[in-house]
């Protein structure tokens, strides 16, 4: 009983020390003419007045003390704040937290330090804000959280303090990233309708296996398993099974933190077919373009893709009219009776928009001009969905844009009106390129170029070129006018002299001397279509060799060695490709005509056809498929009695054309057994393009090739057209879009060999810019 009245008379001398002490500290009731802040090192006075909620001139109370310490703790700047006056003068006193100085963040790479300092930022835990040192777990809790959700379980961030001059702290970052948990195994339960095998194909994540070294994905991180949970419920939604559930998805982690086990409940409903669908609220499409747009057969199996397919055709309809805010709503009747679904898609267009004004952002070279000329969309006219995305399209055409956006805003003060931005990024025009290279066929090459792609501004191209290997010399220059005329024609006016020796490219005994020029024209019909024309005059020199065989003896004694020929040509192309360099989807095609005409004295007569076709199309998620097609036919007239000269022969072999084989070497042969060429070629390449680890400038393939040349009429030396003689080859290429230059790297392996043919089963080409 003693013992427990003495603790109360403790208690209560302290609490009466205590109230005293707060009543020194806090002041009384006066009227404030001045605040001073005393114990500031690094804040200013102006942010720390900025959080007091009194001001000179108040009445001070009690009341308002409390609030002042409040807030002031509430900062996080301050250990200690107490209150007094000095007369008229109100006085803070605060015991002020240092100033974190410096960050440095070390061991981290699958988390970038840009991403780490956005982190510390958010948390206020980087350079300049006020260091608190209870805010030191959570910090760490947090980093650590962020390899967490990557699936490394094993992550470590240690955070060491140095204390600094001038009341700063010095923060280090340490991180032990450790290994990336894998996959051991993933469940899924409640599945009928289908095998958990085929579930699990849809998943990117998937246990350890023989080709997850490659591919990392048994790498387990909570982003991932997120993305293929989504990737699960398209895959019933879009079989019908709109009532599809995923209940829980549990992760459980091994002890060692090495292994985690994914175990995923879902509930699959019933399957439901489309009975029906109408529209509302229209009145600007008919009923035929709306029909046209939804492809929904009544009767099929229910998928929310083709759904939203259908409204996404819908809005770009009401878009190319102008109705660019247009509302399309697919809202669905559900008879679980009889489980199908009727659909209502409800359109609202909104109001008609127009263009104001169009503008384009960050074209410093590029004249104005040039790019509109480039624009489909016109300023006064209805704004279309479709010009938009084909004008931004031809933008990125142009050798000399890298990059375009599109933008609209609404016109201040108009309801039915917008601006239109297109933003773009310039690459460099003006190119001075030395190289040095190697190739399996051509050996040692040099090249050296002046190119202007952008001639001030203008949209025109320069390019000065020389370029010289074993077997050929070439000196060309060339001028583009992309819109020669206003309608948009463009014209190309070429000089160019080249000395080429076929022997050393594999060829039968002999070289050519020619020079000429040319002068070829570009008529764009639409935006991927366009037609070519030109003509042009060369002359050629022919050279026999030491040994040259009985063909070539044979030509020159008839025709001579000297010709000159007057070429007209025409053509058309088609470019369908999404981008120039490594395309992922669309069509390219060309194809050309020529026939040489009499131009005096010895005159070449002959005429050539050649189409190619070069096809992408995305298969799989990043695999895509590759079709090449090289087709030609030539022959001579006049003169020439039906028979092609020689050196305008085509060829076949090598990388770029049927691989596995030694460039030049596929087709007919001369009575030396050199590789003569043939007038008719036929080449094609089916291929698989993979994904691979190193990156967007590396591309990695398999192929098969296929292909040969001909020659027609029969002769005693020649088999002429026998296409069970095609020769094929499978293999691999590796191409990589170096920081200077385009290297191709093929591994391949012929099939059905003749004696007379040449392998090579590694071929590579390499150019290299000094």
Not at 636 to 661: D, E, H, Q, T
């Amino acid at each position: 009983m003693n013992h427990s009245m003495t603790i109360k008379k403790i208690i209560l001398f302290v609490l009466t020390i205590v109230f005293c002490s707060v009543l020194y500290a806090v002041p009384g009731d006066f009227l404030i003419n001045h605040i001073r802040i005393d114990g500031l090192q690094g804040l200013s006075q102006e942010t720390v007045l900025s959080y007091i909620p009194v001001k000179a001139g108040d009445q001070f109370n009690m009341q308002q003390s409390r609030e002042i310490i409040a807030a002031l703790y509430k900062t996080g700047f301050f250990d200690d704040v107490r209150l007094s006056h000095d007369g008229t003068t109100l006085v803070v006193a605060v015991v002020q937290r240092p100033i974190i100085g410096q960050v440095t963040i070390t061991g981290n790479s699958a988390i970038s330090t840009k991403q780490f300092i956005e982190a510390l930022k958010k948390l206020h835990f980087y350079e300049g804000d006020v260091f608190n040192p209870s805010a030191l777990e959570q910090v760490k809790d947090s980093l650590e959280g962020e390899y967490f959700s990557l699936g490394k379980y094993n992550a470590q961030v240690d955070i060491t303090t140095t204390p600094q001059p001038d009341h700063r702290v010095f923060i280090a970052v340490a991180i032990s990233e450790g290994q990336a948990t894998k996959i051991k195994k993933i469940k899924i339960i409640g599945n009928n309708a289908f095998s958990e095998t085929e579930l699990l194909n849809q998943f990117k994540l998937t246990p350890s296996g023989l080709f997850t070294f490659y591919s990392h994905n048994d790498q387990y991180s909570r982003e991932k398993l997120v993305a293929d949970l989504e990737t699960l419920r398209s895959y019933y939604m879009n079989r019908g099974y709109i009532k599809f559930n995923i209940e829980t998805s549990q992760v459980s982690i091994s002890p060692d933190r090495k292994q985690v086990y994914i175990t995923i409940r879902i509930t699959e409903g019933g399957q439901y077919t489309v009975s029906g669908y109408t529209f509302t609220g229209h009145s600007v499409l008919t009923n035929a373009q709306l029909n046209q747009a939804v492809l929904l057969k009544k009767g099929q199996i229910f998928s929310r893709q083709d759904v939203l397919e259908a409204s996404k055709r819908i809005s770009q309809l009401l878009g190319n009219k102008g109705y660019s805010n247009a509302n399309v709503e697919a809202i669905p009747r559900i008879d679980d009776l009889h489980h199908t679904i009727f659909l209502n898609f409800n359109i609202i267009p909104g109001s008609r928009v127009y263009v104001h004004h169009i503008t384009f952002s960050e074209n410093y070279r590029t004249n104005d001009d040039v790019l509109r000329r480039e624009v489909q969309q016109v300023e006064g006219g209805v704004l279309s969905t479709q010009k938009l995305e084909d004008s931004k399209r031809s933008l990125l055409l142009l050798p000399y844009i890298s990059q375009a956006d599109v933008t609209t805003q609404p016109v201040p003060g108009s309801s039915d009106q917008v601006d239109v931005n297109y933003k773009v990024a310039e690459s460099p025009s003006a190119e001075l390129q030395g190289g040095v290279g190697y190739s399996v066929l051509n050996k040692l090459m040099f090249n050296a170029s002046v190119q202007q792609r952008n001639l001030f501004g203008t949209g025109n191209s320069l390019n000065l070129s020389f370029m010289y290997s074993r077997p050929s010399t070439e000196l060309s220059v060339n001028y583009y006018n992309p819109y020669y005329t206003a309608s948009g024609i463009g014209r190309t006016i070429s000089a160019y002299t080249t000395h080429s020796n076929s022997e050393e490219a594999n060829i039968a005994d002999y070289v050519t001397n020619d020079y000429g020029l040319s002068v070829g024209y570009n008529w764009p019909v639409s935006l991927n279509n366009s037609l070519q024309f030109g003509y042009g005059y060369e002359n050629t020199m022919l050279q026999l060799g030491n040994n040259p065989s009985v063909e070539l003896l044979r030509f020159t004694n008839q025709h001579h060695r000297k010709f000159n020929e007057f070429d007209l040509n025409s053509g058309w192309t088609y470019q369908g490709l999404d981008r120039y360099l490594f395309p992922t989807e669309g069509m390219l095609q060309t194809l050309n005509v020529m026939a040489s005409a009499p131009a005096g004295g010895q005159t070449l007569e002959y005429y050539t056809l050649e189409d190619t076709v070069n096809f992408y199309h995305p298969i799989y998620q990043d695999y895509i498929g590759n079709l090449k097609f090289d087709l030609g036919y030539a022959n001579g007239y006049g003169n020439y009695g039906g028979k092609l000269p020689f050196f305008k022969n085509f060829f076949a072999g090598g990388i770029g054309s049927v691989r596995g084989y030694e460039g030049n070497t596929i087709g007919p042969l001369d009575s030396q057994n050199n590789p003569l060429g043939g007038n008719i070629k036929a080449v094609g390449t089916q291929a698989l393009i993979f994904p691979n680890p190193f990156g967007d400038t590396v591309r990695t393939s398999i192929f098969m090739d296929e292909g040969d040349v001909f020659s027609t009429p029969k002769e005693n030396h020649q088999d002429g057209i026998k296409l069970n003689e095609l020769r094929y080859s499978t293999g691999v290429e590796v191409d990589w879009r170096s920081p200077l230059a385009l290297l191709n790297f093929s591994l391949a392996t012929p099939i059905r060999e003749r004696d007379s043919d040449q392998s090579e089963y590694f071929q590579f080409n390499i150019g290299s810019s000094l």
